[in-house]
């Protein structure tokens, strides 16, 4: 495919190729550059174990790392316990400042400070990540191997494993880590919605701790976060209309859309300040986009009129100036922008009249460059991204049936739908590296929606 | 007929009135008491009014029967022929990949509902739109609100009043047929019409 071509060129961003290999610490992708990324080490200690494997699978799951594995426990320990006169292996005693963070310790340990930083930058270790435990503590210290010190220790007192918060303070200990580290913010902390027989469940993006998150057995699609990451939207069919609901993530209280229950109203959309919800209703004149204040649950307005065509799937850009959406306004479907107030509509994802397959799906990255869908080729659907800025589209999948892409909050992974492994099933796809997983290893989920970062529940609710 | 009839059991009564005169009783009534005759007239005239009523009654009784059987059999008539009506009006429209305009080979069907929903001035129906599993699941929910439309709009435009006519879309959650060839995604790919209110005795059109 030409788009293919021109993107590889373009440069180093989204430039993986779909392969049907599954991950087993493999990557795949033409521009992988094994050397780039930096190595990171995790020190075997006793206990914690739980802790250990969630923040290791965190950093391995990010794709910003090479993960170096150790061989076996002697070694290990022979190396982390062998002395070694640190100071004398780099010059430059500057770096050796430990972090400066909030979760910073007092230092290094006198234990950590032993560590044989020589050994592991042979290893071809960046970073190296010792978990130990002090009393109800968690003390996580991140080595600097090259500058032979501390990085950073992060001390934090996590829940009891168990515990229904035990997972998401673990993976938000791993993202401060990576932001140790890297200086970048992680997706530890993330979860994805989806649907699975008509109701609508949570997993954390590592696969663990799927849980039901409707409440009824009325036929559920299209779940939608909220931009705090406490509240999402999804539709239900009742009485044959779609009613929109908005739910509490932690309550599970839900509360019907004010306009709801009168018309089929579908594919919810918040916007990025949490004030309006975009979405689509089906009438006698077509599939139209309207708007509703969700917080007053006021003033509906209409931002389209199709003159029966369709017009569906709204998704707003970060900045919440503009939305993309459907529209069936040449033919089949193609992605369409327009402002956040209706006016200025056009064409956003370029086709080929007559040539290309009905584009649907769009997600609007959290970075705001890109455009996420999928498109009909051949007669099955396959994830392309679209370039803002430049407005060319790039298939991004090519093996099997792929469909409703749902970015992360690095905007550099994409979950989505997809029957490669014969059956359909839920996906992560990091488009720098290409690596590909499966986040969930069961038949028949869809339509995914990916959380932003998500903080702590709030304590009180008004 | 009846007159010799009579005349035989005139002449037999007589007969034995004499033989039980015979022998050594003193004959107590030797001529035909005029009591007795009458006695046996009156006998004669019940049995024939019995036997007038047993007839009439059976007769009477049989045309009731047949009656009821008529009236059963118009009923049965009348409720085979709602339910034909009702199936003609259930028969599905079925659509081509990703289109939801009325295809010729389905205008019959349409027109039949047409009839029906015309010779049946209350009654009232629901379109479903439905979609296979090929297309896009959210895009399904306004291409089977397209296909529910498209159904409506052919029947108001063959001049039926289009507050009669309710329309829903379930995309492609609600397949008829399981399987993922053509030839389930065909039947799936549809428009059912279900009664919402005046469908207890269809007329035929």
Redesign the interface.
Known sequence: MCCLCDSTSRGNRLTAQDTSAIDRGVRIGIDYRPGVRPGMVMLPRKGLDSVRTIVARDLDYSDRFEIITLPGGDSIRLATTAPSSSGSTTPRGSRRTPGTGGGSGGGAQAAMASLNYPLYQALGADFALDITAAGDTTVATLHDIAAAGVRRAVRTVLPPAGDPDFRQAVHRLADQLLQAALGTAGIGATRVLFVKD?KVYQIDQDGVDQKLVSSTNR?A??PAWAADGHHFAYME?QA???WLYYQDMATGKRTPVSTTGTA?D??PAFSPDGQTMAF?R???E??DLYTINIKSNCCLRRLTVGHFS?N??PTFSPDGQRIAF?S?RPG??QVYVMAADGTDQQLFAPFDYGVTG?S??PEWSPDGQSVAF?RDVA?T?EVFVLDVRTRTVRQLTSVGRN??PTWAPDSRHLAFVSDRSGYRQLWIIDLDTGRIRPLLQESGA??PAWSPRLSEAPSTTP | MKSVSLVLVLGLSIATVASSCGGNQAPQNPTPNADSAAAADRARQDSIAAAQAEADRQAREEAERVARQREADSLAALSRSSEEVRTTLAAMVHFDLDKSNIRSDEMGALDQKVAILQANPDLRIRVGGHCDERGSDEYNLALGNRRAQAAKQYLVSHGIDASRIETQSWGEERPLVDGHDESAWSQNRRDEFEVVSGGDNLRRP
């Open positions: 008509g036929q699609m299209s069919f044959g209309k779609g089929l579908f594919t689509s089906a009438t006698e077509g599939t369709d569906l799937s459907v069936t089949l479907p009905s649907n799906a999928h007669g659907l469909e409703d869809r339509l």
